[in-house]
């Protein structure tokens, strides 16, 4: 049964395995993330940017131009 919120109108519930667009401020990645956008894959979109790509390989730290999400590569291990 789909949950309300006073209206009668169901209220979207979110998915578990969906990472919620624009939720942090930065955002750990590895290579196989590359090439890498904001929003990333398994972002929930519906409140979200249009997708932008980020050049991170050689800084190692992009900034999203419309969220302001840091995203950081992490090391090789």
């Not at 789909?2 to 939720?23: F, L, S």
């Not at 942090?24 to 398994?42: F, K, S, W």
Request: include cysteine.
């Amino acid at each position: 049964m789909a949950e309300t919120h006073g209206t009668g109108a169901p209220r979207r519930v979110p998915n578990p395995r969906e990472i919620q667009a624009n939720a942090q401020n930065r955002y750990e990645v590895t290579q196989a993330d590359l090439p890498l956008h904001c929003p990333m894959e398994g972002m929930s979109l519906w409140n979200s940017h249009p997708r932008v790509y980020l050049p991170l390989e050689e800084s190692r730290e992009a900034r999203c131009p419309y969220c302001g999400a840091v995203y950081v590569l992490k090391a090789d291990e």
